[in-house]
């Protein structure tokens, strides 16, 4: 039986369960590049040293074997990333410590994390399942179950201002939605939360963050079990635009992705093609520790050179849309513009 434990953000639980399993500063723990700073964040706040490999070109996920190889006597937890949604075969990482499952891409109940010691997931704009902003730790190891739950007592609710900012936000997302504007309105909620008007993805100073001492909101619990279960009704019609891109782009992307990944020559070429013609096209990751670079990504303990294959795909990797109201007829429209594109020989 596992325990569900919900908090204000996906990196919120993910600090949680590290806490939880006792990690601490001068600790280890193991993840790929090509992730999200949001996923680092709860380790530098706990003063953990991150140990980034590279990543295997077909999943996009971590080679098995290059984690193995990275276990050290420091080495505290393996964070495993299903990137795009893609599954990593975790019964093929060999280590003895803990994993810890990052299904921020992935519809809960899609994918069986029971190997795991935790999982967590992420309901903010952008995921499979939005709900708010909000995070949910699932935990399948007992002994990790009590200690967390146990620490949960000293989560609050956030402040009142915040609650009204995240019930404003939601229902500004489902109307994007419901117009198909989603994707057209990134540069403005990126404005704006710079501005500090909407909340945005990342903390000014994650270390001080108080977030890191809420609970999930309680409009993003409330609608929560409601999106999941229409999350996991979508899921047929998402596979069906799967197998429309696979046929389109001659790649096979298992299970049910978030984003489908593509290859291309010159990224930023292929955003701006993209935007003029009116097409969605995303460039996640846009760094081996999206979206920092150079001084920053230094100082998230990322070492250049490190993980060629994690800086090739955040070089030439754009991904396309497979949310249920994805229309079909952009999906042969986006292969045509991506074989304009497309390095000849490339593949993902």
Not at 199 to 213: F, I, L, M
Not at 312 to 337: M, Y
Request: hydrophobic fraction near 45%.
């Amino acid at each position: 039986m596992s325990t569900v434990l919900h908090y204000h953000r996906g990196r919120v639980a993910l600090h949680a369960i590290l806490q939880g399993l006792g990690v601490k500063a001068g600790d280890e723990v193991i993840l790929q590049a090509y992730t999200c700073a949001a996923v680092v964040e709860p380790l530098l706040r706990l003063g953990v040293k991150p140990v980034y490999v590279d990543i295997d070109r077909e999943s996009f996920g971590p080679d098995p074997d290059l984690i193995a190889e990275a276990v050290t006597s420091r080495t505290r937890a393996v964070i495993v990333q299903h990137t795009f949604g893609i599954p990593v075969p975790v019964e093929e990482i060999d280590v003895d410590v803990p994993i810890i499952e990052d299904c921020a891409h992935v519809t809960p109940g899609l994918i069986d994390t029971s190997r795991s010691a935790a999982a967590f997931y992420s309901f903010e704009w952008g995921k499979p399942v939005v709900a708010g902003i909000g995070g949910s730790a699932v935990v399948h190891d007992p002994e990790l179950a009590d200690v967390m739950w146990e620490h949960y007592a000293r989560y609050t609710a956030p402040p009142e201002s915040r609650e009204l900012m995240t019930d404003a936000e939601y229902l500004a997302f489902r109307a994007a939605d419901r117009a198909g504007v989603v994707w057209r309105m990134r540069s403005l909620y990126r404005q704006l939360s710079g501005m500090g008007l909407v909340v945005g993805s990342y903390a000014p100073d994650p270390r001080t963050s108080a977030e890191y001492g809420w609970r999930m909101s309680q409009g993003t619990r409330s609608r929560l079990a409601a999106r999941i279960a229409t999350g996991r009704a979508e899921l047929k019609r998402r596979r069906e635009l799967t197998d429309a891109y696979e046929i389109e782009l001659h790649r096979v992307v298992p299970g049910v992705p978030l984003k489908f990944p593509a290859v291309v020559a010159d990224k930023q070429e292929a955003l701006l093609a993209a935007a003029a013609a009116g097409l969605e096209l995303s460039d996640w990751f846009a760094t081996p520790v999206h979206p920092l670079s150079g001084v920053d990504l230094a100082r998230a303990g990322y070492v250049a050179g490190s993980c060629p294959n994690a800086e090739w795909a955040a070089a030439h990797v754009v991904t396309l849309p497979v949310r249920a109201a994805t229309r079909r007829d952009s999906i042969g429209r986006a292969a045509d513009l991506l074989a304009e594109l497309r390095p000849v020989g490339a593949h993902a």
